[in-house]
């Protein structure tokens, strides 16, 4: 299926370590939440943005979604 996930890690002493996810965030399964995608909204513009930036962008984005002037992200 594609919202399955497997995978297998070899540790340095030599054991095996098996991982095995039947439906991932953010699958039909398990949609993501609105938490969800603010926290990892949040996490990949932060290394680009301060926090307080970063916040700021997104209460941006969430507030005003019927916009067409993006200058108002760009100056963020």
């Known amino acids: ?17 098996d991982v ?9 399964a398990r949609p ?3 938490a ?3 926290a990892k909204f949040l996490a990949n513009v932060q290394p680009t943005y301060s926090r307080q930036q970063a916040q700021l962008l997104l ?3 969430r507030s ?8 108002t992200i760009l100056d963020i």
Not at 64 to 71: A, E, F, K, Q, R
């Open 1 to 17: 299926m594609d919202d399955q996930c497997k995978a297998t890690a070899t540790t340095k002493d030599g054991r095996t370590v």
């Open 64 to 71: 005003d979604l019927s916009s067409t002037d993006v200058s």
């Open 20 to 28: 095995s996810i039947e439906h991932a965030v953010g699958s039909l």
């Open 32 to 34: 993501m939440t609105g």
């Open 36 to 38: 969800d995608i603010d």
């Open 59 to 61: 209460q941006t984005c």
